[in-house]
């Protein structure tokens, strides 16, 4: 199958490289941005933005095969002509399918490169799933930082206006001013969480099965057992 690439990089913590910016997430000491973020993209709960998008579940669950830059649907669940389910998968099985073909993988050594690719029967599958995940991870986390920055912002300015002494109104004031500067920063970053390096690419060979491999293991087997064979007639000509 096809393999479309991506690689990343976190801060503190395809074939494309995407760097984390700089965003801290995740609250446990000593994990970084980079491993909550490769994390994240393997859970269920992420994975619903993709199930509950029709296009790319369609491409997800529906190709099987890709001939002359066009991807070939499976026409027992999915009917191209008019572009209806026939059998809609289950989300565990789309989960499933997109299990077994992300591969995430975080480079400590390397300074906190995430590798990232996903295989599929299509190359051009391979390539918009992967960009898409890319995409809506860095949207779903910036929402999740300008809800929580607002909500700590309300918090503030509710409170600092029972606060009478001058110092701790500086205080809450510095505090707001730091909420302001990330719901800045969340709307204000298109790649808020992980930035391509190098742009997702779309494979043009296979990654399995190998054609020359594939051929010699079928001849090797294919030998073993035409020995064997002659191995058994000989042994019950001997016993004859």
């Known amino acids: 199958m096809p393999t479309a690439a991506n690689s990343a990089t976190g ?8 760097s984390l910016v ?16 490769q994390e ?4 269920r709960d992420f994975f619903k933005i993709i199930y509950n998008n029709d296009e790319y579940l369609i491409q997800l669950s529906a190709v099987n095969g890709y001939e002359n830059g066009n991807n070939i649907f499976n026409n027992e669940i999915y009917d ?3 572009q209806l389910w026939i059998t809609k998968p289950t989300f565990e099985q789309a989960f499933s399918t997109y299990r077994r073909g992300l591969v995430v993988d975080y480079k400590w050594e390397l300074g906190g490169f995430i590798n990232a690719s996903f295989t599929h029967y299509s190359p051009a599958v391979a390539r918009n799933i992967l960009s ?10 910036r ?7 607002s909500a700590n912002l309300e918090f503030l300015e509710e409170e600092i206006s029972k606060v009478v002494n001058s110092d701790l109104k500086r205080a809450a004031a510095g505090l707001m001013q730091n909420e302001l500067k990330s719901i800045m920063f969340a709307k204000t970053r298109k790649d808020f969480i992980i930035e391509p390096l190098d742009s997702v690419y779309q494979p043009t060979s296979r990654t399995s099965p190998r054609p020359l491999i ?5 001849s090797f087997f294919g030998i073993a057992l035409i020995c064997l064979l002659l191995m058994v007639r000989k042994l019950q000509e001997e016993d004859n």
């Open 214 to 218: 594939f051929i010699a293991l079928c």
């Open 143 to 149: 929402d999740k930082e300008i809800a929580k920055s």
């Open 11 to 18: 801060g503190a913590a395809g074939s494309s490289l995407v």
């Open 22 to 37: 700089g965003v801290s997430l995740g609250g446990k000491a000593g994990v970084s941005g980079a491993q909550v973020a």
């Open 40 to 43: 994240v993209l393997k859970t």
């Open 80 to 82: 191209s002509n008019k």
């Open 132 to 141: 898409f995940a890319i995409d809506a991870l860095n949207d779903t986390q």
